[in-house]
């Protein structure tokens, strides 16, 4: 494809020209997306090393990539929202000025490409004819990042077409550089609706349509424009009855989204007629529709999963469509060269993510943060819903994290500013989903910390504004499946037992379940949940059903000071609602 003519296209074409002189690429591709153009671009992979053949007769189609061990994970200390006044980053993000921002860019880009080739990738968020999509242009040197953004994103000619037609579009730039560590850094523009990405190839850090684009920028646009940009999953949950509820679910990254939106019910819940399909597993784009209901769309077409810990057990779903068409990104191999990660439960590795013999003394064979890259059609669960332009309506918000102690399994909100409380006092244990240390406690409110393109404080007014009048909003929850006990083993066995509590909460929906009040919210006893065929200890039935006042005394007076770091940006409907429940915690 060339570059097409036309006085929409011209600021595209003036970007890229703009982008060419400055990283000198020796040829430009603009991509079209064909099944031709990716041939051509895997075979090219495969014979400069940047792709390896998997076994054809097991996983047809699919391909393992070995990323640079440096660059394994997103970068949250190289981060940056560069925003004319600081504060609208907030103290949630790493921030420079936009002017130092592009100048130390522009530096690094300054003739980077000689010797590539540079690849133009338009690409649309969402379903091409939804008026909630929204759509970019990436600019990069990297044939892994094209092949892995035509899985995760509808890219080439349709979305080209939607550019020539709307004129906006985010404008992504990015190279591999050097994978320097210290020549590394991902910078965000959003007033000008800008990336630029330099030094890694990895993920969120290179994908510029995942975390870059549909989180950091669109969150900064969807508070002007007033809709939402979530880190959550959307799932379908049909009853026996036929009634299909739509949930989203933020849980940090690494803490069960694509398990949760790929779920499988339990047998007994099968056998009556339970239903979990798949519209979206990592970002959700939400807007109040006419009659007032949040509609929600998955901008991706793909999922970018964590591959350890899936298997047969724990996300057949997940397993099944990754035989084919996959890209694996730093998995280890067995000897007929099949892909391998701990937690398969089948198969033996001989080769690690490095291409290293296996030894289990040295590492793992899949490192932590190892991911397949698939079409979501390929699910099993995928909801021909992902098409709709319209969205699908969300009876319910999930927020939840890893929280060792203290968190009962669920709990519900009074009503959405008290929601809204849940969602920004949110804690986790961080995860190898990004570099750092692995299980340290943090605030991550909504699962956003890393992805939140303005200040949080602003961020929290936007959620608390949709409580118009006019709206029906979602009831709001807060799951927990990571309660640990005394021998620090998972008090709740989690996956597809979690049904037990998303059919607890449509209960709540429709007003046919229980639940006792208490001042962080409303908890189900054990009987309000269907718990049949689920072995618990006495321990795991206190610590998940249970109320501990004084821990939660304790983490309120926590959840205060961290609201007090934002100053007076932070609004006082919020600070309200922690110091009433604060007050009643002391009763
Ligand atoms: P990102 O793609 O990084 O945003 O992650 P995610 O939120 O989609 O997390 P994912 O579903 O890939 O799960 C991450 C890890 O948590 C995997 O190792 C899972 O096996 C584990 N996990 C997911 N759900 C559960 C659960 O219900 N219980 C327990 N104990 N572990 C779970
Ligand atoms: C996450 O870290 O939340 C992910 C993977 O979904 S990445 O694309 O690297 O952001
Ligand atoms: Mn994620």
Redesign the pocket.
Known sequence: MSALAGSSLDSLNQWVARVAALTQPDAVHWCDGSDAENEALTAAMQADGTLIKLNEQTHPGSWLHRSDPEDVARVEHLTFVCTSDRDDAGPNNHWMAPADGHAKMDALFQGCMRGRTMYVIPYCMGPIDSPLSRCGVEITDSRYVVANMRIMTRMGAPALARIEREGNFVKGLHSTGELDPDRRFIMHFPEELEIKSYGSGYGGNALLGKKCHALRIASHQARSEGWLAE?M?ILGLENPQGETHYIAAA???????????MLIPPEGYLKDGWKVTTVG??ICWMRPGSDGRLYAINPEAGF???A???SKK??PNALASIQSNTIFTNVGLTADNQPWWE?LDEGEPVTDWRGEPYDAAKRPAAHPNS?FTVSARQCPSYSQESENPVGVPISAIVFGGRRPSLVPLVFEARDWTHGVLIGAAMGSET?A?ATGAVGVMRRDPMAMKPFCGYNFADYFSHWLDFDNGRNQLPKVFHVN??RRGEQGD?L????G??LRVLEWMIGRVNGTAGAVETPIGNLPTASDLNLEGVELSTEAMEKLFGFERAGWQQEFASIGEYLEEYGPRMPQALKGEQQRIAAQLQE
């Open positions: 880190h999953l849980f940090p990254s690494a803490c069960g989204k694509t398990n949760l939106a597993d990592d970018f999963g964590v350890p810990g899936t724990s996300n937690g991911r995860t989903a499946w990571f998972f709740w066995p989690g996956f037992e979690n």
